[in-house]
């Protein structure tokens, strides 16, 4: 009789998309009913952000609080079941994503993370705190955004070795909206 082969359970997916959401908008709550629908993600998580390392002093919304509060609002109202987490905001300064996921790792380590990003941030990915050990530990799941082609950064990411995998939906739709386009124009009429 042959020995038994250990199979070994699939971690449920969890699906972070980070941002500050300073405002949330139609995009983001596009892309998490993308998420929701359209991914194998058991679960959806939008991690808010008290402040992002990239970020700092854009105004708008400086009360972290208050964002994390329009986020939860906002999800409630689209009838998403995505949750809303305040991690960050437990978490010392500075906030790198890097720390975060490996916190969550740690904490239920029965879940494998999936960082989503939009199609716009994946070029900086290489300029981010460990971006390499993101790219080396979690898959990225990235959503693709008008008038930035993301495929061959994407490829490139993924032609390195020991990268455990760069997924762009290029099917997905696209939304043109941004966070700092709204707050370009709330500061010019208030």
């Known amino acids: 009789m042959p020995p038994r082969r250990s199979r070994k359970k699939k971690k449920p997916v969890v699906a972070l998309l980070f941002g500050s959401f300073n405002p949330i908008h139609e995009g983001h709550l596009a892309i998490l009913h993308y998420l929701v629908d359209h991914t194998p993600a058991a679960e959806v998580r939008l ?7 990239f970020k700092a002093g854009q105004g ?8 994390l509060e329009g986020a939860r609002q906002a999800v409630a109202e689209a009838g998403l079941p995505v949750v809303v987490s305040d991690v960050e905001f437990h978490l010392p300064e ?11 790792q740690a ?4 879940k494998e993370f999936v ?3 939009g199609g716009d941030n994946i070029p900086s990915l290489d300029r981010w705190r460990k971006g390499d050990e993101i790219l080396r530990d979690f898959a990225i799941w ?3 955004r008008p008038g930035t082609d993301a495929a061959p950064v994407c490829a490139q990411f993924n ?3 020991g990268v455990k995998g760069v997924r762009l939906f290029a ?3 696209q939304n043109p909206i941004s966070s700092t386009e709204i707050r370009a124009r709330l500061q010019k009429n208030p």
């Open 94 to 104: 500075p906030w790198y994503t890097i720390d975060t996921l490996r916190f969550l």
């Open 171 to 173: 099917e997905a739709p």
């Open 60 to 67: 708008l919304v400086d009360n972290a609080l208050e964002r």
């Open 115 to 117: 960082l989503v990003m």
């Open 47 to 53: 991690v808010v952000s008290p402040q992002s390392p």
């Open 159 to 161: 032609a390195r070795p």
């Open 142 to 144: 990235v959503y693709p």
């Open 107 to 110: 904490q239920e380590p029965e």
